[in-house]
């Protein structure tokens, strides 16, 4: 059975096409009228290819009170993607082979989209272990981890290149852990926090250092560094110099291109997110995209009650994938 897709606008080319599609494959673009056992009149809109979510929180297993991979994926392909990448924060964390192994069980049997599964990073022999399982890529939580954890984690990375199939590829959250502990401290201390405090205990500085920290360790461990949901204009400054010198890419979030933390002060707990909404001088912004630019939504759904907490208990992320 074949399909045709008519009246179609296309982003690079002028007027409206009709899209033969046979098998899943397009097989003929044309402005001419197609014959097909089926045709799908989507009127002068644009036909787009399926989008690729590189950050996403499915919170299966562990966190299904929030979203599983079926819910998750639904709104997924709602939203127009057809591929996602899922982290490995969820309960347990997926950072042995066991979790790895269960959790790509999960996605296969609830998943109506393709997808692909980040490693939690742990010991090296662990780490050897999950390599048969073919994740994506390792993340670091870089605000969980001291300086000291954070060398040895990247240099177990160098090694797990040197010895495995593993691609070198390491994606990082990039907030100073000492930083946010510090300004967090302080503010606490302070007392009468409301929600907007929570963009100052984790300022633009947090980023920019751990954005410093983790290129020097990706350059001198010989890795492939990806950076997520970049929010602070300096780190991209910085991002941008590096990628002269060493492969280097980066994602910027909506909710950091589109909003500030003014925010705060309209939606309090419920945009609290890590890293947070930064002051309009300090945030990326939508000129800052250009051809290279990777868009991840760091869909990061909560319950009601988790969102409506204090500002410190608030749980943080934004669901934005439908």
Known sequence: MDLVIKNCKLVDKIGEYSIKVENGKIVDISKSAIKADETIDIKGNYLMPGFIDPHIHFRDPGLTQKEDFKTGSLSAANGGFTTVIDMPNTNPKTNTYKALKEKIEIAKNKSVVNFELQAGTNTLSEMEKMIELNPISFKIFMDLESDESLEKIFKDLST???????????????????????????????????????????PPQSEDASVTQSIELAGKNDLRLHICHLSSAKSLELAKNASKTMPISWEFTPHHLLLDNTTYNTYGTFIKTNPPLRAENESVR?????????????????????????????????????
Do not use: F, M
């Open 286 to 322: 939508i000129s800052d995209l250009d051809e290279t630019s990777i868009i991840g939504t760091d869909h990061a759904p909560h319950t009601i009650e988790d969102k409506t907490k204090d500002t410190w208990s608030s749980s943080p992320g934004i669901p934005n994938l439908e």
């Open 160 to 202: 797990l290149k040197q010895t495995t199939s593993y691609n070198g590829l390491v994606c990082v959250h990039c907030e100073k852990r000492s930083i946010v502990e510090e300004n967090t401290l302080k503010l606490k201390e302070k007392g009468n926090n409301p929600p907007i405090d929570y963009t100052y205990a984790r």
